[in-house]
C-alpha cells in the first residue's frame, strides 16, 4: 500500500506524525498523551492522484509563434496589423489550419496554457 497523504486525528487533518507531535506537544506530559493518542486514534487518509493537463511540445511551440491574449472577452489573436480579433473570428489563411483545430477541440487546455495564472497547471510533453 502507498504511503498516506496524511493522517486525521480527532476531526484535525495533519500531514505526518512529527507534524502532529510539533503542534500539539509542549511538555513531557502532552507527549505521554500524544503517543497513546497517535496509536489509537489516528487514521491515515489518501488523495487520489489528479489527472494530469498535457499538451503537445509541437502544439505549445506552434502556439508560442503566434500573439495570443486572453481577455474578459476569451482568446484573442493579434493580427498583423497589432488589432485584437477575437479567436473565433480569425480567418484560416492567418494561422495554420492545425492550430485552429487543435484550439477548437482542446480550447480549455489551450486557454489553461496561454494563462500565465495558470501555465503551470498544463505539462508540455513529446508529441
Known amino acids: 500500500m502507498s504511503k498516506p497523504s496524511g493522517y486525521l486525528l480527532h ?3 495533519f500531514s505526518s506524525k512529527e507534524a502532529a507531535f510539533e503542534i500539539l506537544v509542549h ?6 498523551r500524544f503517543h497513546k493518542l497517535w496509536d489509537k ?12 493537463l498535457t499538451i503537445p511540445k509541437s502544439i505549445a511551440d506552434e502556439l508560442e509563434k ?6 474578459s472577452k476569451g482568446l484573442m489573436y493579434r493580427n498583423i496589423g497589432g488589432t485584437l480579433v477575437e479567436f473565433s473570428r480569425v ?11 487543435t484550439i477548437a477541440g482542446n480550447y480549455r487546455i489551450v486557454f ?10 498544463v505539462k508540455v510533453v513529446e508529441g
Open 41 to 52: 486514534d489516528a487514521q491515515p487518509y489518501y488523495f487520489e492522484s489528479q489527472p494530469q
Open 91 to 101: 480567418t484560416y489563411d492567418e494561422i495554420p489550419q492545425l492550430i485552429v483545430q
Open 66 to 71: 503566434y500573439d495570443f491574449e486572453l481577455t
Open 27 to 32: 511538555n513531557h506530559e502532552q507527549e505521554l
Open 112 to 121: 489553461a496554457y496561454l494563462n500565465p495564472l495558470t501555465r503551470d497547471l
Open 11 to 13: 476531526g484535525t487533518a
